[in-house]
């Protein structure tokens, strides 16, 4: 994931480095190349006129001009500032006090949700938290199947309601929680292959009937610039707390993942890169525009 723009970027800064000294013509050349990095890895071009012109403000300072190697300083302002665009420090899963903790996964179909939830229950286990999975996709026919397929693997209770209203199922998996003495409740919603307002609808009508601690949103890191527009949909009709960034392990450009914070404010809480149930990892902000500078 992000191979290229880290390749651009490497190769951006090694011409600076070639060059010693710094002048201004130099530093705009620089800004003009990642900026066009940074749309060819399809990061949004919002983000990316932000992004360059707070970069490009920092960087035509006389502390980096006047500098003895102001191309290592150039270095560090781009780390710095990549660094906050992904969120700067790290939002872990913080689980509430209530029991059973409900959280809800939305996002559409195909982003990996149902992954995202095995996933999830598997990561919480191993945190000694007794899960439970609810199949509320009952739309996607193989949905109910996968997760149980997927709970069993991870030796994880999923409550299923085959066919039914999303809404009572949500419910029913509560208190089934509850039965059992599950502490943590994860709720898989059904996607729709684009956003529309029935998704959303129930989607909404879930939240209400379970009041989830928190909802996160799966977004699949391969979806290109049309990320921004998917995650906007659900900020401002279901709304959610955070970001598990799927399928990172993909070759696609994945600039979107870069983009999501600026955009919505929202933390990514999780990058999940694979198939196997402990491929879920907490996004650490720093770590990952290291190493997207290489
Ligand atoms: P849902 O429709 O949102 O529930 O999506 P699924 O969980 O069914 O995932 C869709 C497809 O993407 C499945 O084939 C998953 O195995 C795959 N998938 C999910 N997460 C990842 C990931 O992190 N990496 C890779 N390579 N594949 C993933």
């Given at each position: 994931?992000?191979?290229n ?18 002048t ?32 490009k ?54 982003s ?5 939830a ?65 502490d ?10 684009h ?19 928190q909802?996160?949103?799966v ?32 070759d ?6 870069l983009?999501?914070r ?26 990952m525009?290291?190493?997207?500078l290489?």
């Amino acid at each position: 994931m992000l191979e290229n723009l880290s390749e651009r970027l490497q190769g951006i800064f090694s011409g600076l480095r070639s060059k010693g000294r710094l002048t201004e013509e130099d530093i705009n050349a620089a800004m003009r190349e990642i900026r066009l990095a940074l749309l060819e890895a399809d990061v949004n071009f919002k983000v990316v006129k932000v992004f360059v012109a707070r970069t490009k403000e920092r960087c035509l300072s006389s502390e980096v001009l006047d500098s003895l190697t102001p191309a290592q300083n150039v270095v560090k302002i781009v780390l710095d500032e990549l660094t906050e665009l992904l969120g700067r420090t790290d939002s872990r899963l913080v689980l509430g006090s209530r029991i059973p903790n409900v959280i809800m996964l939305v996002g559409l179909q195909g982003s990996g949700k149902t992954t995202a939830a095995a996933k999830l229950a598997y990561r919480l286990k191993q945190e000694n938290h007794s899960p439970l999975l609810i199949a509320g996709d009952v739309y996607r026919p193989a949905a109910a199947d996968q997760l149980q397929t997927l709970g069993d693997e991870i030796g994880v209770r999923v409550y299923r309601g085959d066919g039914r209203d999303p809404v009572a199922i949500a419910k029913e998996g509560v208190q089934d929680a509850i039965d059992n003495l599950r502490d943590v409740v994860i709720i898989d919603t059904a996607g729709r292959l684009h956003v529309d307002e029935d998704m959303m609808a129930e989607a909404a009508a879930i939240k209400e009937a379970v009041k989830p601690d928190q909802i996160l949103m799966v977004v699949d890191a391969m979806t290109g610039q049309d990320v921004v527009n998917v995650v906007e949909a659900f900020a401002d009709s279901v709304d959610f707390d955070g970001v598990i960034m799927s399928k990172m392990d993909g070759d696609a450009r994945g600039g979107g993942a870069l983009s999501i914070r600026e955009v919505t404010g929202k933390p990514i809480k999780f990058i999940s890169s694979g198939e196997k149930p402990d491929s879920l990892e907490v996004f650490h902000p720093d770590r990952m525009a290291k190493r997207i500078l290489g």
